[in-house]
């Protein structure tokens, strides 16, 4: 109710004054004390009320269509107001990746449930993944697919520790338009993505740790690893699944 | 007779429960340990243990909001909730080896077969229920599902936090009153 | 034909980017060049009230004997100036990209101060792809 009244009474500003003085002679809109004043010239003047029309969250579809697609730009206005608004609140770079980290996890649980809906929902029998390398290939080209229109760059295991994975990116496109000044070199925005992941992750079953690391290259001066270091309950998991 | 749903998030915390009888017949079983049980069963647990022990007794007809339909042993609210609860460690060593999301009868408990659903993001729903319906619980599963994802993705709903949406409430029980 | 330099003025007439790209105009201290882009915000304003038409988006092209300075104005007051030798032809389009390059790779930044001096990598090479590496 709430954000369609905010529009809706800017719009009566705008419509001029004659609308609600008629409202304020007129004996019923006088007795509903506490209804927003320009919600009635609005139906008014289209005919239909608003509100009706809007359709409700439960009547959507789930599945993709094509004007879904969302801006780039819009995007990358938005995530760069994002990351201006976190660091105002923050002592630190941790401290900023961290919340980065935080707001992409809410974003993770989301696009898991979406993206397995949307490939499951049509069969009788749908699954989950419960071993956790099918698991990594699919956060590797689904979820990547899923968020940023493209399969990630490769997959690497850690050589000196078992428990740690790698998901890289050469060119992350959260990043795309963002310069981190010198002073702040150690950070990575793709925080963010580091927070899907372990979103995923945490959701499939298979709780870690997740950090995201500017690892450049002469080629790819934004190319960004997620490293991931597993719990020790997911590799004795995968020992008894074995 | 009645079905039972919970939905718990993966912190095994209760979000969202619904109770729906249909006015189909139930048959009534009688279990005799009900005659065996001591007298300090008319304690303040008495209802529980009654309950539990699958007997019908006269104190629960307090609890029951079912009005006229008849009740069989342990339909108190309190001992489902035990029993969806128990059926967890059921839950989880099943789904560690399998991949479907639709367990099938995964626990018993008397006269209650307990069903489950879990979500990708490793959220369960359980039912409890009397009889065999296999189709109508998995379409009835499939469409909470859908449901509870339309939840999920309203940014004013916070992940595993209670769902006071009227909208999915009615939703569930028009699904439970198609299919169960 | 030549780029020589490539200023970026904000909607107050502060000089918030400049960039050699090629000798040939006299060199100047960092506080000189502040003073010209000064000027030119204030000629440009006079030059946009002069006109006899009406509303005015200001001087476009000045031209002298050694140099062309190109003005591009944008919707939210912000100027970019380009310097080339008068017969360079492909400064409208080269502000254009250089405005497109401003738009991606400093409003977008995070880590950008809107009306302050551009500091940002991504610039840096989008510029240099579009004119060349700088200092000759």
Same mark, same amino acid.
């Given at each position: 109710m709430q954000q369609y009244a905010q529009p809706h009474s800017r719009s009566s500003v705008l419509s001029g004054s004659s609308l609600s003085s008629a409202e304020h002679l007129s004996p019923t809109s006088g007795s509903?004390?506490?209804?927003?004043?320009?919600a009635p010239s609005i139906s008014t003047t289209l005919g239909t009320p608003k509100l009706a029309l809007r359709p409700n969250i439960y009547d959507r579809n789930l599945n993709k269509t094509r004007t879904a697609e969302v801006s780039a730009s819009a995007f990358a206005f938005l995530f760069s107001e994002v990351v201006q608004y976190t660091q105002k609140r923050v002592s630190g770079i941790n401290d900023l990746e961290r919340r980065l980290n935080t707001l992409g996890y809410r974003v993770g649980i989301r696009v898991l449930e979406l993206m397995v809906w949307r490939a499951e929902s049509s069969s009788k029998a749908p699954k989950r993944e419960v071993r956790f390398l099918p698991a990594l290939m699919s956060i590797h080209t689904q979820v990547w697919r899923a968020v940023f229109g493209r399969p990630a760059d490769a997959i690497e295991k850690s050589v000196e520790n078992e428990d740690e994975y790698m998901i890289i990116d050469n060119d992350p496109p959260i990043e795309r338009h963002i310069s981190v000044p010198r002073d702040l070199n150690t950070l990575s925005c793709s925080s963010y993505t580091a927070g899907v992941v372990e979103a995923v992750l945490d959701g499939l079953g298979f709780p870690a740790r997740v950090t995201a690391h500017s690892t450049p290259t002469q080629q790819h001066p934004s190319r960004t690893t997620i490293l991931i270091k597993l719990e020790k309950s997911v590799l004795e998991r995968e020992e008894v699944l074995k | 007779m009645s079905h039972h749903l919970f939905l718990l998030s993966p912190s095994d915390t209760p979000i969202y429960s619904l109770t729906h009888y249909t006015s189909k017949p139930t048959q009534t079983t009688s279990y005799p340990l009900s005659s065996n049980?001591? +007298?300090?069963? +008319?304690?303040?647990?008495a209802g529980t243990l009654t309950a539990l022990s699958g007997a019908s007794s006269a104190t629960q007809s307090h609890h029951?909001?079912?009005?006229s339909t008849k009740m069989g042993g342990g339909q108190d609210r309190h001992v489902i909730q035990m029993i969806a609860n128990a059926s967890l460690d059921m839950i989880e060593e099943v789904m560690r080896k399998e991949s479907a999301m639709y367990l099938k009868s995964v626990d018993k408990f008397n006269e209650w077969t307990v069903s489950a659903f879990v979500t990708p993001g490793n959220m369960k729903f359980i039912l409890l229920h009397e009889t065999k319906n296999d189709e109508g619980m998995r379409s009835f599963f499939h469409e909470v599902w859908e449901l509870y994802l339309k939840t999920m993705l309203n940014p004013f709903h916070t992940a595993h936090t209670p769902i006071r949406s009227t909208v999915f409430d009615t939703r569930v029980r028009a699904s439970a009153k198609k299919y169960l | 034909m030549a780029i020589f330099s490539l200023w970026v003025i904000n909607k107050a007439g502060g000089l918030v980017y400049q960039r050699n790209f090629a000798d040939g105009l006299a060199q100047l201290t960092s506080n000189e060049y502040l003073v010209l882009a000064g000027t030119l915000h204030g000629i440009h304003a006079i030059t946009s009230r002069l006109?006899?038409?009406?509303?005015s988006s200001g001087a476009q092209v000045i031209e002298g004997d050694s140099f062309k300075m190109t003005i591009l104005l944008t919707a939210t007051g912000t100027k970019f100036v380009l310097l080339t030798?008068?017969?360079?032809?492909?400064a409208e389009l080269v502000l254009q990209k250089a405005f497109e390059a401003y738009a991606d790779?400093?409003?977008?930044?995070?880590f950008h101060t809107p009306e302050m001096p551009i500091r940002s990598d991504g610039f840096e090479s989008r510029i240099n792809t579009l004119i060349g590496s700088g200092q000759p």
């Open positions: 509903a004390r506490f209804s927003l004043p320009s | 049980l001591p +007298t300090w069963s +008319t304690s303040a647990f029951v909001q079912g009005g | 006109s006899p038409i009406g509303s030798s008068p017969g360079e032809t492909t790779a400093v409003m977008k930044n995070p």
